[in-house]
């Protein structure tokens, strides 16, 4: 059974950088798309960034040139270095598979990011 298991998160001023990382276990990680996605309240649950396989990444337009994805097969771990950090980027952060329709409700707890001053 999959696992997902983010952390990271905190309270950060505006302009503030944070670092999430995601321990991923039980499947076989390196074959797999990974992303990182986030929930604000009220909001459906969006994708931040996916990276695959090859370490190709893509990013959602309002991160582009501050979040970078990264991924470790070795360690079965996936990052998220978030700079520059924005009050719009609070949310609750997941990383999972990449497309969303991968996951099959297999969410991990997920970390909070906040950004306020």
């Known amino acids: 059974q999959v696992q997902f298991v983010e952390s990271g998160g905190g309270l950060v001023q505006p302009g503030g950088s944070l670092r999430l990382s995601c321990a991923v276990s039980g499947t076989t990680f390196s074959i797999f798309a990974m992303a990182w996605y986030r929930q604000a309240p009220g909001n459906q649950r969006e994708l931040v960034a996916s990276i695959t396989m090859t370490d190709r990444q893509n990013y959602e337009d309002s991160v582009k040139g501050r979040f970078t994805i990264s991924r470790d097969n070795a360690k079965n771990m996936v990052y998220l270095q978030m700079n520059n950090l924005e009050p719009d980027d609070t949310a609750v952060y997941y990383c999972?598979?990449?497309?969303?329709?991968?996951?099959?409700?297999?969410w991990g707890q997920g970390t909070q990011v906040s950004v306020s001053s």
């Open positions: 999972g598979y990449f497309p969303i329709v991968k996951m099959y409700g297999r």
